[in-house]
């Protein structure tokens, strides 16, 4: 998140809830525009695994249905962690996630999976 945003911590729940596109709103109001990575990305696995419990292949699937459906649009994917910290100052709304190595004072840490 940018770090100019006024969007409190999340919990786990409401992160995955954002992702999945379960909802399309922070908690505290206005609209999250969340962020992928590529599915190339060894992040990518690691922050779904960690945040909704289910792979980057399995997520892709869920996707995959969801779009099929029209029940849904997955999160727009961006090249890399430096590419999320750009979208994320372009835009207060987006959310992404990074490596904690890549963390600076641009962006605003929202929730750290464990």
Do not use: C, H
């Amino acid at each position: 998140m940018s770090a100019k945003s006024a969007v409190e911590p999340l919990n786990k729940n409401q992160v995955s809830d954002i992702f999945m596109g379960k909802v399309t709103s922070f908690p505290s109001g206005g609209s999250a525009v969340p962020l992928d990575q590529m599915d190339t990305n060894a992040v990518r696995e690691e922050f779904y695994t960690k945040v909704t419990g289910k792979s980057a292949a399995q997520v892709a699937a869920y996707w995959a249905k969801m779009s099929f459906t029209g029940k849904g649009t997955p999160p727009k994917e961006v090249a890399n962690s430096a590419e999320i910290k750009k979208q994320l100052a372009a835009n207060p709304n987006t959310i992404g996630y990074i490596e904690k190595s890549a963390v600076d004072e641009s962006v605003k840490v929202l929730f750290i999976a464990p």
